[in-house]
């Protein structure tokens, strides 16, 4: 029987889950998915715990501990999403340990309305760190212009990120900079970097999502003829900025101290068009060095059809220069397409927060009566 997944893994693309939930964790579901279906990492957002929280009673104990000692809703959220990020990543320590620091890591979010707040993100990241107190933990930070001065101060201070919220190439080359800037103050600094870890999560479906439906209103053939086709450009042409930085001097020398590269993410690679295949933005997106962050369904899709025909990045990088050249010619804006999203992806995050905070408010009430 063919291990789709094992084969992809052996292209060189490290696949992470999507999700972390207690009852991941106390089922041995987890487990599995690291032992059978090579998982080598997890991230998790607000939506996540929010969703977790309120369909398992596996936090009810623990909800009704705090309930009874009385904690904020915010100080509860903290208890509970670290203990699980904590637990997770004891889990992929052997993950962690085997691949010398590059898989093995398990991600939580500062809280998303620190968006716009450079201080209080290197704050809260250096907090989320301690508490967890693991080092195979990422802090995720948004790649808002107030986040680059996070994610370089972060990493100088020894912390590992995962950078989320990529869309744009502009920006993409901004973060990179700012994890080779990082990178040098932390040298600086003393720490050791060859255990200090990042990620840059590059957003995918979306783009198709929000440029589809600009060319749908087009209605051309043109148009309809780019349909699912600049989200896969515009990571591929992130690749290739990749492959031109790190390569470069700047980056040799930064090497020399035991640094790693900062990897790619494919992140929102959960096909949102059902007239797309269900595993679009994981094989259009297969290259070594990279991670893919898939939702369960997107994990159990590959495993039952996906294909891996090879290396589907390197080497298209003028063909996807083309397809973001004729969106343009069709009056489809890349820079107001990305800005839109960037804005976008700050307030679903504004939105995930609120969701999580009323899940663990009634969650508390309901331990009290």
């Known amino acids: 029987m063919t291990d789709r997944l094992k084969d992809l893994a052996d292209a060189g693309v490290s696949i992470w889950l999507d999700d972390l939930s207690r009852q991941r964790l106390t089922s041995g579901s987890l487990e599995t998915l690291i032992h059978d279906q090579h998982v080598s990492g997890v991230t998790t957002n607000p939506t996540i715990f929010a969703k977790a929280i309120s369909d398992a009673n596996a936090y009810a104990d623990q909800v009704h501990t705090l309930a009874a000692d009385g904690v904020s809703t915010d100080q509860a959220i ?16 052997p993950v962690y340990d085997d691949s010398e620091g590059v898989d093995g890591r398990v991600s939580i ?25 693991r080092e195979n933990v990422f802090v995720k930070i948004p790649a808002t212009k107030e986040g680059i001065p996070a994610i370089a101060e972060t990493l100088a201070q020894g912390i590992s990120v995962n950078v989320t919220l990529i869309f744009s ?44 439906k600009r060319l ?56 949102k068009d059902p007239a797309y295949k269900d595993t679009m933005y994981v094989e259009q997106l297969i290259t070594r060095g990279v991670v ?66 009323d899940t663990v408010t009634s969650a508390l009430k309901a331990a009290t009566k």
């Open 216 to 271: 749908d209103a087009i209605g051309t053939d043109e148009a309809k003829a780019l349909r699912g086709k600049a989200a896969i450009a515009n990571a591929r042409l992130a690749f290739e900025a990749y492959e031109e930085i790190f390569s470069s001097d700047r980056w040799r020398e930064i090497e020399t101290a035991g640094a790693k590269p900062q990897r790619p993410l494919w992140a929102s690679t959960g096909v």
């Open 169 to 212: 190439l502009e920006r993409y080359k901004a973060v990179v900079d700012a994890f080779l800037t990082g990178l040098e103050k932390a040298i600086d600094n003393g720490h050791d970097v060859t255990k200090l870890g990042s990620v840059a999560s590059f957003f995918v479906s979306r783009v198709d999502t929000e440029v589809d």
């Open 78 to 93: 903290r208890v509970i999403t670290t203990d699980d990020v904590r637990d997770a990543a004891d889990l992929f320590k």
């Open 292 to 357: 893919n962050t898939m939702p369960q369904a997107t994990i159990d899709a590959f495993a039952d059809h996906g294909e891996v025909p090879g290396d589907t990045v390197r080497g298209k990088y003028d063909a996807d220069r083309k397809v973001i050249a004729d969106l343009e010619a069709l009056g489809i804006s890349y820079d107001e397409v990305v800005q839109v999203l960037e804005d976008e992806g700050v307030s679903k995050f504004d939105a995930s927060w609120t969701e999580l905070q």
């Open 109 to 133: 979010e500062v809280e998303p309305g620190l968006a716009r707040d450079t201080a209080k993100t290197i704050a809260q990241a250096k907090e989320l760190w301690e508490t967890v107190g």
